[in-house]
């Protein structure tokens, strides 16, 4: 595997993908960003330049580093863009058919050294390296939204990964200040396998035990510690996104906690889904 990560291709610069893409070219690493358009790609670097300006205005980085990590930066709609990448992460729509032509077309591309990660939420990293000759070079690289925020990062171990792409990816991790974890490639892996089950539960109380959405998100906070509520969360993660990946779950475990609570699927099907739409738990505006 390649020794060193110099060069970063991050393909789909979508929600995750920028914030990747913004990670890497802070931490000093050339990056190539492949969207389907230019223009998507270039919009994906206009709110790249927008929030490193905003660190500069909060003085927690200064105009010359602002302007080197944008400069790192390149775009391109072609993959074979990413020829000489030491590592590519993947983060395109959540569905396996397109996820699997890509590994195989990037498998063409790509250096034979070079380690092809996954940031898929709820699909098997397995599966996604199935159709690739060596699939020893994919692992998962799990980041959270958002992504320049979040500290996590998990390293997905699929059944044939190998163990230098394994750490090559964790190095890699580490080097944009994440702090990474080891895992297996199961079902949510580690944090989505507790936490959406766990939300599931506090929506189902909200209904058993009649208490208030604020008197759960109390309750949660004062006596379980939480820095916040289980609904001011959901409203944050988006009340849609966490029913798709519950029904992930529930469709690949069969576990009744995995399934949605049909509150949250109304309240998704109803487009409440939280911050975003401005309204879910909460109302927002
Ligand atoms: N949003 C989250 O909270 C979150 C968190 C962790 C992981 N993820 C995972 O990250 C991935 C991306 O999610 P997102 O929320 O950023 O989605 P998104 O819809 O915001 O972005 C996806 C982007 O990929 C682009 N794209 C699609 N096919 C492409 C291709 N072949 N080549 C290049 N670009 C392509 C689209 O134009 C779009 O801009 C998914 O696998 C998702 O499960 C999402």
């Not at 979040?150 to 080097?175: H, Q």
């Not at 200040?177 to 539960?201: E, Q, Y």
């Not at 509520?229 to 519950?246: F, K, M, N, R, Y």
Request: glycine share 10%; charged share 25%.
């Amino acid at each position: 595997m390649a020794e060193e990560i110099r060069k970063v291709g991050v393909v789909g610069l979508g929600a995750m993908g920028a914030g990747i893409a913004q990670l890497c070219v802070e931490a000093g690493v050339e990056t190539v960003g492949r969207e389907v358009s230019a223009e998507l790609g270039e919009n994906a670097r206009d709110r790249i330049g927008h929030f490193l300006t905003r660190k500069v205005e909060k003085a927690q980085m200064d105009q010359a580093a602002r302007d080197a990590a944008v400069g790192r930066l390149s775009l391109t709609t072609d993959l074979a863009g990413l020829a000489d990448c030491d590592l590519v992460i993947e983060a395109i729509v959540e569905e396996l058919g397109p996820k699997q032509e890509l590994f195989a077309e990037l498998e063409r591309i790509c250096r034979p050294d070079a380690v092809l990660a996954t940031n898929t939420s709820a699909l098997s990293v397995t599966e996604i390296a199935s159709r690739v000759a060596s699939p020893g070079r994919v692992v998962g690289m799990h980041f959270f939204n958002p992504a320049p925020l979040m500290p996590l990062v998990e390293i997905v171990r699929a059944e044939l990964s190998s163990d230098d792409a394994f750490e090559t990816a964790y190095a890699f991790g580490a080097l944009l200040g994440k702090h990474p974890i080891r895992c297996n490639d199961t079902p949510g892996f580690v944090v989505n396998r507790i936490l959406i089950p766990l939300l599931n539960d506090c929506v189902r109380t909200l209904d058993e035990a009649r208490v208030t959405v604020e008197d759960l998100d109390a309750g949660m906070k004062h006596g379980a510690g939480w820095p916040m509520g289980p609904c001011e969360l959901l409203d944050l993660v988006g009340i849609d996104v966490h029913v798709h990946a519950s029904e992930a779950l529930w469709d690949k475990l069969r576990e009744p906690r995995m399934a949605p609570p049909a509150r949250l699927v109304a309240m998704a099907n109803a487009g409440l889904y939280g911050r975003k739409s401005g309204r879910g738990f909460y109302t927002y505006g």
